[in-house]
C-alpha cells in the first residue's frame, strides 16, 4: 500500500515517477501477497538525479532498503544535494536514521519503531512530520496524507488540492471509518474466499489496498487478471501480476466478488461476459458483491446489478446510477451489495468488508494497527 499509493498520487501530480526495485529482478513480492513489476533496477538509476527519494516501509521490506549500498549511496548524496527525501513506516527508523540522516530532525514512523528512530531524532506522533527535507509519516493508514504533503513539497499547495480533490479523501482522517447500512444480513464466514479482478486502467491504489487489507484479515483473496496475461498496467501505469486469469477464477465459488474502479478497468470488467456472467450468478445466489469508484457506475449499473439496490460511486459518475438517494455515503452496504466511492474511501470500504465477515473488533484492530483509525 506505501508503495503503490505514494507512486500513484505522484504521478496523478505529473511526477515522473521511477519505481526501483533492489531485488536482483523487477518484479517484487510485496509482505501482503501483492507482486509489484518495477520500472528498473535500482543499478540502472545510480547516477541519475531525482528530486524526492522516497521510500516505503513494510518489513523485511525496509531492512532490505537498508542494506542495499547503491541505494544507500544514492540516498546520501541526494541528503547532501540539499534535495528532498521522504520515509514512511518502518524506512525512517530502519533505514534513514541506519544511514545517519534523521540527526537532530523532527520526525515519525510506524510507532513500534519510534523507539529506535529516537535514537537518530526527535521522534512525533504528527500522522506526517516536514522537517527541512524531509518527510516522515507512520504507517498504511496515512500513506495518501503522507504522498498529497510530498505533491504539495515537489509543487505547492495548490497543486496538492488539485490532486486531492478527486481522491475523495476523508476530511477528519485517523477519526474513525463509518459504513451506512439499509437492510441488513449475515455475511460472516469463517474463511471467505474472496475474487478481485484486475485489468489494464485499474485503479492501483483501489485494489492494492482492498486485497492488502482482506489479506491482513486472513480472507482467501484470488486476484484474477481480466486480460490475456497475468502483468496488467493499472490506471497510473503500475504494474501488478495477479495470481491467476480470470478463466481459472470462474471455475471457483466466492464468498464475495468485488470491483475496484479505475475507468480503463472498469469498461474492461463491462466487457467481460465471463466477469458480468459471474457477478450476474452471484446476485442471483443471493452472494455478496461489490464495486468502487467508477465500477458501480460502468459494470453493475449497466447490467442491471443495481436493479432494487442503493449505491454509490465516484462523485463524477454518480448521475449514471438510476436510484441517488444515498449517493453521497463514503460506504455503502445494501444487502448483500457494497458500494464506495474513490482512491480516498477504499481503507474505508475494505475495512467495511472486513467488519460484514469478521465483525466490528476485526475491523477495528486492523485499522488501529494500520494507523487509519485512532479509535
Known amino acids: 500500500m506505501e508503495a503503490v499509493i505514494t507512486i500513484d498520487v505522484l504521478r496523478r501530480a505529473g511526477a515522473d515517477v521511477t519505481v526501483a526495485s533492489v531485488e536482483k529482478r523487477l518484479q517484487v513480492d510485496a509482505c501482503h501477497g501483492v507482486k509489484i513489476v518495477a520500472d528498473a533496477l535500482i543499478s540502472d538509476c545510480a547516477d541519475t538525479g531525482f528530486d524526492l527519494i522516497s521510500l516505503p516501509g513494510g518489513m523485511p521490506g525496509a531492512a532490505t532498503l537498508r542494506d542495499c549500498g547503491i541505494l544507500e549511496s544514492m540516498v546520501k548524496k541526494h541528503a547532501a544535494d540539499g534535495q528532498l527525501y521522504a ?38 506522533e504528527s500522522r506526517v512530520q516536514q522537517d527541512g527535507k524531509v518527510v516522515t509519516s507512520r504507517g498504511p493508514g496515512t500513506t495518501m496524507e503522507f504522498s498529497v504533503s510530498l505533491v504539495e513539497q515537489l509543487y505547492g499547495k495548490e497543486k496538492a488540492n488539485e490532486v486531492s480533490g478527486p481522491l475523495v479523501m476523508c476530511s477528519n482522517l485517523g477519526d474513525k ?111 455478496p458483491y461489490g464495486a468502487m469508484c467508477a465500477s458501480p457506475a460502468l459494470v453493475l449499473e449497466p447490467h442491471g446489478l443495481l436493479k432494487g439496490k442503493k449505491a454509490t460511486a465516484f462523485p463524477a459518475l454518480c448521475s449514471k446510477l438510476s436510484n441517488q438517494s444515498e449517493i453521497e455515503n463514503r460506504v455503502l452496504v445494501d444487502g448483500n451489495l457494497i458500494t464506495s466511492r474513490g482512491p480516498g474511501t477504499s481503507m474505508e470500504f475494505a475495512l467495511a468488508i472486513v467488519e460484514k465477515f469478521f465483525g466490528h473488533c476485526k475491523a477495528l484492530e486492523l485499522a488501529k494497527v494500520m494507523l487509519f483509525s485512532s479509535q
Open 177 to 287: 471509518f463509518i459504513m451506512a447500512e439499509l437492510n441488513p444480513i449475515d455475511w460472516k464466514c469463517d474463511n471467505p474466499q474472496i475474487l478481485v479482478p484486475i485489468a489494464n486502467g485499474t485503479e492501483e491504489m483501489e485494489a492494492v489496498i482492498i486485497i492488502d487489507v482482506l489479506r491482513r484479515a486472513k480472507a482467501n483473496v484470488v486476484v484474477a487478471s481480466v486480460e490475456d496475461k497475468l502483468e496488467i498496467v493499472a490506471s497510473r501505469k503500475v504494474k501488478l501480476v495477479a495470481d491467476v486469469l480470470l478463466d481459472e477464477a470462474v471455475k471457483l465459488s466466492y464468498d464475495l466478488i468485488v470491483l475496484p474502479g479505475g475507468l480503463g478497468g472498469a469498461q474492461a470488467y463491462a466487457s467481460s461476459e465471463k466477469l458480468v456472467n459471474l457477478l450476474k450468478k452471484q446476485r442471483e445466489s443471493n452472494k
Open 87 to 124: 520515509g514512511i513506516c518502518a524506512a525512517p527508523a530502519v533505514a534513514l536514521g541506519s544511514w545517519g540522516l534523521m540527526k537532530g530532525l523532527k520526525a515519525t514512523c510506524y510507532p513500534s519503531f519510534m523507539e529506535q528512530l529516537s535514537s537518530t531524532a526527535t521522534t512525533v
